[in-house]
């Protein structure tokens, strides 16, 4: 069974500064890999996603994130944040069986001090 | 309207009510998706329609009961709920296994 984690419950960071949110999955095949944001009160939106090809991946709002088949990581980062940032981050992997069934990690809850 | 919208965004009920959760897909996409998300408990897939079928039951209990009447809509019919159950409810679409996208939710309340 797949499965991912993301170690890291909260993380505050300074406005400005560079962020790294660690995501690290246990599947048996190539995985498709994706990062959602959620702000308080609602839905998910898709930051990026990875499914072959270049392994450095650019999303939206400067966000870019790296596979490492080797770590079996998916990290996202971006140079650097802005208060609008807060908000909570969810790396999920998928797999592709009819329909894409998405197993999510616990997220990680970004803090962004002025 | 774009994307995916859910109705309602907020439903408080009594243990002995009855509601449906709905969601409308504006994306031509063909699978939907019923999520579960409690405090301090990851997202949890409850149901999944592809092409109008029923293609993943998560050992979700008898009292939800999903409905998908056409590519577009998908519903959440509740019935004699625990208090547990009070989570916000996402509902998402995709096109086959691509990528899936999220409805703002709809914040249940089990009194």
């Known amino acids: 069974a797949q499965s991912v984690t993301q170690p890291d419950i909260h993380i505050t960071v300074s406005e400005g500064a560079s962020l790294e949110l660690r995501c690290n999955y246990s599947y048996g095949a190539t995985p498709y890999l994706f990062w959602y944001v959620q702000s308080p009160g609602q839905g998910l939106q898709l930051l990026l996603k990875y499914f072959s090809g270049d392994t450095l991946v650019q999303g939206i709002k400067g966000f870019e994130a790296e596979f490492k088949r080797s770590q079996s990581s998916f990290n996202l980062r971006k140079p650097s944040v802005h208060w609008s940032d807060a908000a909570e981050y969810f790396c999920?992997?998928?797999?592709?069986?009819?329909?894409?069934?998405?197993?999510f990690g616990g997220g990680t809850r970004l803090m962004v001090k002025p | 309207e774009t994307g995916v919208t859910q109705t309602p965004r907020h439903l408080v009920m009594g243990m002995t009510n009855k509601k449906s959760l709905k969601c409308e897909q504006h994306?031509?996409?063909?699978?939907m998706y019923w999520y579960k998300q409690s405090a301090k408990k990851p997202l949890e897939l409850m149901f999944v329609y592809s092409l109008e079928e029923r293609v993943e039951n998560n050992s979700v209990p008898s009292r939800f009961s999903p409905e998908c009447p056409n590519s577009s809509h998908l519903f959440l019919h509740l019935h004699t709920l625990q208090p547990e159950d009070s989570a916000l409810y996402l509902c998402?679409?995709?096109?086959?296994?691509?990528?899936?996208?999220f409805g703002p939710g709809t914040r249940l309340t089990v009194l």
């Open positions: 998402a679409s995709s096109y086959d296994s691509h990528t899936q996208y």
């Open positions: 994306l031509g996409h063909n699978a």
């Open positions: 999920a992997v998928g797999r592709n069986n009819a329909g894409n069934m998405l197993t």
